[in-house]
């Protein structure tokens, strides 16, 4: 049952629409509001489960300035569902100052469990996944450099967002700051109709994706630095 003074967190598939929980079906049937970080794939969803309700855009350009009308609403007394394009919100999308903003003010949240891409291709790569850095989208420019070198020393299986025009070269570069024989998995198109697993070593994926144009969303698995073992 949808409360009321509340902020609901949905998960939208990634792929396939039928991975849609029941849950939050009914949930974005029953909220006074549902913000969508863009209306038209937001609207194409809605309109395969036959929900038929109030849309507002809540995207990283206008996040900044409709925060405190949001929050004041949900005082009010609505109910309101936020939704990413796909995956969970907050999740290298928006929803993270609107969280902080509905705990600062003591309005209740409530993230639904759900889709997000990262969770399917860590699991696929068959790297150790019971410690992992995700790091999302690294940072385009300022600051890649040094996150790279950061990453060469951690030990922990690495995740990594990557665009299809942007894959060759962050493998490229994983590779530089890595080593190129460092181990890795690259997931695409996760639970689409053409969705793809390639393992192998970093300097192997990158000659398969110059010579296959890299197409759909990326995951990027790394393998950890080995740790020395001592000899003491």
Partial sequence: ??????????????????????????????????????????????KHFEI???????HKFNEHQTVETIVSRIKAGESVALVSDAGTPGISDPGFLLVRECIRQDVAVECLPGATAFVPALVDSGLPAVRFCFEGFLPPKKGRQTRLQELSEETRTIVIYESPFRVIKTLTQLAEYLGEERPASVSREISKWHEQTLRGSLKELIAHFSLNEPRGEFVLVISGKEKLQSNF
């Fill in 52 to 58: 038929r309700n109030t849309m507002q855009p809540h």
């Fill in 1 to 46: 049952m949808v409360k009321t003074n509340k902020l609901y967190l949905v998960p939208t598939p990634v792929g396939n629409l039928e991975d849609m929980t029941f849950r939050a079906v009914q949930l974005l049937k029953d909220v006074d509001l549902i913000l969508a970080e863009d209306t038209r794939t937001t609207g194409i969803l809605l």
